[in-house]
């Protein structure tokens, strides 16, 4: 039976607990990806409180940390999701990507309404890449992929 957490304090000590293990046992997201059968994006999150595991990813995920049966039942539960406190984030990298939404938004917006219609791109049916490619003037670049479902406004 799915189960659901109102509050999030249990899923951040678990996050907390398994980011420590995974540091403690020196493994990579791709590492905890391939134990899970999942993609690193969506496992990732999920080790961070932000998806519920499948029963057989989660036990792969907590033997693979050594983490307690505990851990492996929370890590199945439908989290209450959201990782950044109210307010305008403080860690540079993801104040990096609150800038990027400060000036690109309207822009995505426009152009998503413009080809789809009135709608939203759907944050759960999703997926996320992150590559490292290799810059033309040198050094290396950022390719993000935020690729999710359109979900068009249903009148009623």
């Not at 020196?26 to 999150?45: D, K, P, Y």
């Not at 990096?96 to 759907?122: N, W």
């Not at 999703?126 to 009148?155: H, M, N, Q, S």
């Amino acid at each position: 039976m799915m189960h659901a957490q109102f509050d999030p304090a249990a899923r951040q000590v678990l996050a907390n607990a398994a980011v420590e293990a995974k540091t403690r046992k020196n493994l990579s997201w791709q590492q905890i990806a391939e134990a899970a059968g999942l993609s690193v994006a969506f496992t990732t999150a999920a080790v961070l409180g932000q998806h519920a595991l499948p029963e057989q990813s989660a036990k792969s995920v907590a033997e693979l940390l050594g983490l307690d049966e505990d851990a492996v039942m929370l890590l199945q539960a439908v989290p209450t999701r959201g990782s950044i406190p109210g307010g305008i984030p403080t860690d540079p990298t993801i104040y990096r990507f609150y800038e990027m939404l400060q000036v690109y938004g309207t822009t995505l917006k426009a152009l998503v309404h413009e080809q789809f219609g009135d709608g939203i791109i759907s944050a759960i049916n999703f997926k996320l890449d992150v590559r490292k490619v290799a810059d033309p003037e040198g050094g290396e670049r950022a390719v993000i992929t935020l690729d999710g479902k359109y979900l068009p406004t249903k009148p009623f």
